[in-house]
T-cell receptor, first 112, second 114 residues
Framework: GENVEQHPSTLSVQEGDSAVIKCTYS??????FPWYKQELGKRPQLIID?????GEKKDQRIAVTLNKTAKHFSLHITETQPEDSAVYFC???????????FGKGTMLLVSP | GAGVSQSPSNKVTEKGKDVELRCDPI?????LYWYRQSLGQGLEFLIY????????KSGLPSDRFSAERTGGSVSTLTIQRTQQEDSAVYLC????????????FGPGTRLTVL
């Protein structure tokens, strides 16, 4: 089955800096890659996703890049703010399969 | 509109007792998922329901775990003879159709087994 590795497990940045979280996946048939943000004590919420027919997607301060050849995708957050502090999960799935496989999460701490 | 809801929000039980956790998905969503999240850990897939198809139970950790979805809507996750290692937050999610659609999560049920 699919295996998703996520790095780093924790990331501390200063407000205004950029943050990058990287994930690799094992199943070359995977074609959907969402990113979820989970604030402390809250439910995970989708922040951005990308499908395998594009290499990059941007939404204001966040962007995701996908390299299908290398089987890795990354989340980029620019101009970080304290409210960006949360745990971020990457995931991968394949059409026709039922499982969305999650990475183990990255705890991002943005210091003012 | 109404999001995914779960009940109870917290459940404390004694080892060996059975528990039932409930999930109300977003109306019209045909896909429903259960996940388990242990403290500081990622999301562990448990079971997936899609329409009237047979559920994918491949993530259930043991035969003490079971789930059903009645009428294609509400789902119940049952844990029999609970063990301390079952303590976790149980999250339910629903999506419009399948796994490549956005999953909307409920607030979770925090289960504590004493």
């Amino acid at each position: 089955g699919e295996n998703v590795e996520q790095h780093p497990s924790t990331l501390s940045v200063q407000e205004g800096d950029s943050a990058v979280i990287k994930c690799t996946y094992s199943d070359s048939a995977s074609n959907y890659f969402p990113w979820y943000k989970q604030e402390l004590g809250k439910r995970p919420q989708l922040i951005i996703d990308i499908r395998s027919n594009v290499g990059e997607k941007k939404d204001q301060r966040i962007a995701v890049t996908l390299n299908k050849t290398a089987k890795h995708f990354s989340l980029h957050i620019t101009e970080t703010q304290p409210e960006d502090s949360a745990v971020y999960f990457c995931a991968a799935s394949t059409s026709g399969y039922s499982t969305l496989t999650f990475g183990k999460g990255t705890m991002l701490l943005v210091s003012p | 509109g109404a999001g995914v809801s779960q009940s109870p929000s917290n459940k404390v039980t004694e080892k060996g007792k059975d528990v039932e956790l409930r999930c109300d998905p977003i109306s019209g969503h045909t896909a429903l998922y259960w996940y388990r999240q242990s403290l500081g850990q990622g999301l562990e897939f448990l079971i997936y329901f899609q329409g009237n198809s047979a559920p994918d139970k491949s993530g259930l950790p043991s035969d003490r775990f079971s789930a059903e979805r009645t009428g294609g809507s509400v789902s119940t996750l049952t844990i029999q003879r609970t063990q301390q290692e079952d303590s976790a937050v149980y999250l339910c999610a629903s999506s419009r159709q399948g796994v490549t659609d956005t999953q909307y999560f409920g607030p979770g049920t925090r289960l504590t087994v004493l």
